[in-house]
RNA sequence: GCCGACGUAGCUCAGCUGGUAGAGCACUUCACUCGUAAUGAAGGGGUCCCCGGUUCGAGUCCGGGCGUCGGCUCCA
């Protein structure tokens, strides 16, 4: 055979596959094998470098089997055992087109967006007749509908056409958003100065055509099982100025005891969520009387005190003075700092003898304020002020989100007045300060480094410095980090710390900013020795973020079964009978003189009732007293969740290993 | 803020097409005095989110408001 009529392959494990002249990904997995030629659902393609390094490494694309493949591509059949998401991605991006292919059926003159995978399903956007509206209880129907489309294997085809042929056919077909979207890819494809666009993609399954990129497994057939989850609004091209479509989420798997799997995770996240556990551990409460308020409880208090306390002590240690600033301030404040031009609709405001004042939405001109009650020598630098700050910020009524977005918010916060040269030490010190808390909490942190915006403040040179100083603060720590290029703010870079929690979400906590704004706006020195004066640099900085959405995600965390040192019960005494509420109450008195959190259950109720409802309310320790404990000075320690195994210890030993534990605030 | 759903006892929820409300848990009382995840019995508890409308009659239907939930946008 001449090259002509054959070309070649390279498969994963590097041999050489050699196909007759425009064979596709499918005849590549027939001749590997059939039972690969059943299973695969597309092809992996990566362009030249037989040898796996070098040009055209990194760049591969996942596609359709039935397309041909190119010559010397590296390939890989990618079926559902597939390592990575793609295999699943790609089934729920065919089931997004099952959805839609059922969604015209049943709704005459609905109009189609667009319907990608998404990281734990897929979604597909429509905009209904104005008479039209569809809810959960419509899923039924619908979903019976894209069964019929699955359990009939309909099969994917593609074709390639022009733009403008397939414009015509959208426009036919009063599919605005496909019409849109096509003239946006003309565009798009003119504007980026590469050549102009020849044609546009579109699948077909069964009766339904969709203008799509691709690609797609060789039929429905693949999609094992899936099932609609829930209906919301969104904006066509997420632009809040912009028509208002109608969402519809759903999932995919390769089988039914997946999906099972996946809903019941979904159950489990459900069950540990931080506002159901609030409310059951009497933590915390919210009021139609004050949205985005929490109201903090007894046990949410001990909480937040234990937080604090952590806070307050590790401020001290690294050299940080705790201040307290009012929540009230005459407007001008906010004029000159500039919140009033740029942050007023978020704000709260009143009149106090007609005079208008406003409630703070940060702290920094509060501690600038006294910053500036006196000169500040070069000698006094950096000067570090720490503020569990009460800020308000009327944060818009479709976010409030329990304690993860409230409207009244205890931040964290610090601000640190330093030299040009004292940024680099002191971000890396706010960076170890973060990293000290998190460690405590198991999270793993992730860092992102945002600079200059288009929009911005300052001289080249000053973003130069500052820039420079953040990545010298990562390089000295030897810390991985993403760059958001042009993600900072107007006033300065920043570097964002990103933590993962115990069941993979991520969670933005704190914040290291270098602000050179503020000190211009409200004329902050220092007097150098030249003897001159020189504006000091302010490093905005929160590791929690703040204490109300910290603690949120410590419940969801845990589970709401907090450590020790958290626990808003740390032990509970349990007499067996009434008969020994006296020795109980002597036990939970001596706890408590060593400043232990500890109740005593002396209710007339069974022993396994007591013990049942101390396990509700996660408590970590459970002290079982009777007629053996009351004989000789002891208790029965029985641990959360781990039934009675905990043996028998005397009273001063259960106290020492409390504090001890306590102290050490393990996990 | 936008779209949609929802709002019934402290909690979780039932209440069909309009006829003045119900369960379980929790709570109270009594009995039991118990050894590691629910002892039994009796009892109390409701402006059915708020305002207005339709109707002989509204928890139920309609309109408006507030709040919550799921998303979207937003988080300087």
Same mark, same amino acid.
Not at 228 to 239: E, F, I, K, M, T
Not at 283 to 311: C, H, I, R
Not at 408 to 434: K, M, N, P, S, W
């Given at each position: 055979?001449s090259?002509t009529?054959?070309?070649?392959?390279?498969?994963?494990d590097?041999?050489?596959?050699e196909?007759?002249?425009?064979?596709t990904g499918?005849?590549a997995a027939a !001749?590997?094998?059939?039972?690969?030629?059943? !299973?695969a659902l597309?092809?992996e393609?990566?362009?030249?470098?037989?040898e796996?390094r070098g040009?055209?490494e990194?760049?591969r +694309?996942?596609r359709d089997l039935?397309?041909?493949?190119?010559?010397?591509?590296r390939?890989g *059949?990618?079926t559902s055992?597939?390592?990575g998401?793609?295999?699943?991605?790609?089934?729920?991006h065919d089931t997004a087109h099952v959805?839609?292919?059922a969604?015209m059926?049943?709704?005459p003159?609905?109009?189609?967006?667009?319907g990608p995978a998404?990281?734990?399903?897929?979604?597909?956007?429509?905009e209904?007749?104005p008479d039209?509206s569809v809810?959960?209880?419509?899923f039924p129907?619908i979903?019976?509908?894209m069964r019929a489309?699955?359990k009939?294997?309909?099969?994917?085809v593609?074709?390639d056409?022009s733009?403008?042929?397939?414009?015509a056919?959208?426009v036919? +077909?009063r599919?605005?958003y496909?019409?849109e979207l096509?003239?946006?890819l003309?565009? !798009?494809a003119?504007?980026?100065?590469g050549a102009?666009?020849?044609?546009?993609?579109?699948?077909?399954?069964?009766?339904?055509?969709?203008?799509?990129r691709g690609?797609?497994?060789?039929s429905t057939?693949t999609?094992g099982?899936?099932?609609l989850q829930?209906?919301?609004g969104a904006y066509?091209?997420?632009?809040s100025?912009r028509?208002m479509l109608?969402r519809?989420?759903?999932t995919?798997f390769?089988t039914?005891?997946?999906?099972?799997?996946h809903?019941?995770?979904?159950?489990?996240?459900r069950a540990r969520?931080?506002r159901?556990?609030?409310?059951e551990l009497?933590?915390?409460q919210?009021?139609?009387?004050s949205?985005?308020?929490?109201?903090?409880k007894?046990?949410? $208090?001990a909480v937040?005190?234990?937080?604090t306390e952590l806070?307050? +002590?590790q401020?001290?240690?690294?050299?940080?003075?705790?201040?307290?600033?009012?929540? #009230?301030?005459?407007v001008?404040l906010f004029?000159?700092?500039?919140h009033?031009d740029?942050y007023?609709?978020?704000m709260?405001f009143?009149?106090?003898e007609e005079?208008?004042m406003?409630?703070?939405p940060?702290?920094?001109p509060?501690?600038i304020? *006294?910053y500036?009650d006196r000169?500040?020598s070069?000698r006094d630098?950096?000067?570090?002020?720490?503020?569990?700050g009460?800020?308000?910020?009327?944060e818009p009524?479709?976010v409030?989100?329990?304690?993860?977005?409230?409207?009244?918010i205890?931040?964290d916060?610090?601000?640190i007045?330093?030299?040009?040269?004292?940024?680099? +030490?002191e971000v890396?010190q706010?960076l170890r300060f973060?990293?000290?808390i998190?460690e405590?909490?198991g999270?793993?942190?992730r860092?992102?480094?945002?600079?200059?915006?288009e929009k911005?403040?300052?001289?080249?040179a $000053?973003?130069d410095?500052?820039e420079?100083?953040l990545?010298?603060?990562?390089r000295a720590?030897g810390?991985?980090?993403?760059l958001?290029p042009?993600?900072?703010?107007?006033y300065?870079?920043?570097i964002?710390l990103?933590m993962k929690?115990s069941?993979?979400r991520?969670?933005?906590l704190?914040?290291?900013?270098?602000?050179?704004?503020?000190?211009?706006?409200?004329?902050?020195?220092?007097?150098g020795a030249?003897?001159?004066?020189h504006?000091?640099?302010m490093?905005?900085? !929160?590791?929690?973020?703040?204490?109300?959405r910290?603690?949120g995600i410590l419940?969801e965390?845990y589970?709401?079964?907090?450590p020790?040192?958290?626990?808003p019960l740390?032990?509970?005494?349990?007499?067996?009978?009434?008969r020994?509420?006296?020795?109980?109450?002597?036990v939970?008195e001596?706890?408590?003189?060593h400043g232990?959190r500890v109740e005593?259950?002396?209710?007339?109720?069974?022993?396994g009732?007591?013990?049942?409802d101390a396990?509700?309310?996660?408590a970590?320790?459970? #002290?079982v007293?009777?007629?053996r404990?009351?004989g000789d000075?002891t208790?029965?320690?029985?641990?959360?969740?781990?039934?009675d195994n905990g043996?028998?210890?005397?009273?001063d030993?259960?106290?020492?290993r409390?504090?001890?534990?306590?102290?050490?605030?393990?996990?």
């Amino acid at each position: 055979m001449s090259a002509t009529e054959t070309l070649t392959v390279t498969l994963p494990d590097g041999k050489a596959l050699e196909l007759p002249a425009g064979a596709t990904g499918a005849d590549a997995a027939a !001749a590997i094998g059939p039972g690969l030629a059943r !299973a695969a659902l597309a092809v992996e393609v990566g362009n030249g470098a037989i040898e796996g390094r070098g040009e055209g490494e990194g760049v591969r +694309e996942v596609r359709d089997l039935a397309r041909p493949l190119p010559d010397g591509a590296r390939i890989g *059949i990618l079926t559902s055992r597939s390592e990575g998401s793609e295999p699943l991605a790609l089934i729920r991006h065919d089931t997004a087109h099952v959805l839609a292919a059922a969604v015209m059926e049943l709704y005459p003159g609905v109009k189609i967006s667009i319907g990608p995978a998404i990281e734990n399903g897929f979604y597909y956007d429509f905009e209904f007749p104005p008479d039209v509206s569809v809810t959960e209880a419509d899923f039924p129907k619908i979903e019976e509908r894209m069964r019929a489309h699955v359990k009939a294997a309909e099969t994917f085809v593609r074709e390639d056409i022009s733009a403008a042929e397939a414009r015509a056919r959208f426009v036919e +077909e009063r599919q605005d958003y496909k019409v849109e979207l096509i003239d946006d890819l003309v565009v !798009a494809a003119r504007e980026g100065g590469g050549a102009p666009l020849e044609t546009v993609s579109l699948y077909t399954n069964g009766p339904f055509t969709d203008l799509c990129r691709g690609p797609h497994a060789p039929s429905t057939k693949t999609i094992g099982a899936f099932k609609l989850q829930s209906v919301a609004g969104a904006y066509w091209r997420g632009d809040s100025a912009r028509q208002m479509l109608t969402r519809i989420y759903g999932t995919a798997f390769f089988t039914k005891a997946e999906l099972e799997e996946h809903l019941e995770r979904l159950e489990q996240a459900r069950a540990r969520d931080h506002r159901k556990l609030g409310r059951e551990l009497e933590l915390f409460q919210f009021s139609d009387l004050s949205p985005g308020a929490p109201f903090w409880k007894p046990a949410g $208090m001990a909480v937040w005190n234990a937080l604090t306390e952590l806070w307050r +002590e590790q401020n001290r240690v690294r050299g940080y003075r705790e201040v307290k600033t009012p929540i #009230l301030y005459d407007v001008e404040l906010f004029k000159q700092s500039g919140h009033w031009d740029t942050y007023r609709e978020n704000m709260y405001f009143t009149e106090v003898e007609e005079r208008p004042m406003g409630l703070k939405p940060m702290n920094c001109p509060a501690h600038i304020q *006294i910053y500036k009650d006196r000169r500040h020598s070069h000698r006094d630098l950096p000067v570090r002020y720490s503020e569990a700050g009460l800020v308000h910020r009327h944060e818009p009524s479709g976010v409030l989100h329990g304690l993860l977005r409230v409207r009244h918010i205890t931040q964290d916060d610090a601000h640190i007045f330093c030299t040009e040269e004292q940024v680099q +030490e002191e971000v890396v010190q706010c960076l170890r300060f973060g990293f000290y808390i998190y460690e405590l909490f198991g999270f793993e942190p992730r860092l992102e480094l945002s600079t200059r915006p288009e929009k911005r403040i300052g001289s080249e040179a $000053m973003w130069d410095r500052a820039e420079g100083a953040l990545e010298g603060a990562l390089r000295a720590e030897g810390l991985d980090y993403e760059l958001n290029p042009g993600d900072g703010a107007f006033y300065g870079p920043k570097i964002d710390l990103h933590m993962k929690d115990s069941i993979g979400r991520s969670w933005q906590l704190g914040t290291v900013q270098l602000d050179y704004s503020m000190p211009e706006r409200f004329e902050l020195a220092y007097t150098g020795a030249d003897n001159a004066e020189h504006r000091p640099v302010m490093i905005h900085r !929160a590791l929690l973020g703040s204490f109300e959405r910290f603690i949120g995600i410590l419940i969801e965390h845990y589970a709401g079964e907090l450590p020790l040192w958290l626990a808003p019960l740390q032990a509970i005494v349990l007499p067996v009978s009434e008969r020994f509420s006296e020795y109980g109450a002597t036990v939970c008195e001596t706890l408590r003189g060593h400043g232990l959190r500890v109740e005593l259950d002396d209710r007339g109720e069974s022993i396994g009732r007591k013990i049942r409802d101390a396990e509700l309310r996660k408590a970590p320790y459970m #002290l079982v007293v009777g007629e053996r404990e009351a004989g000789d000075g002891t208790v029965s320690v029985r641990r959360r969740g781990a039934g009675d195994n905990g043996g028998t210890v005397t009273l001063d030993e259960i106290a020492e290993r409390l504090l001890a534990d306590a102290v050490r605030r393990s996990a």
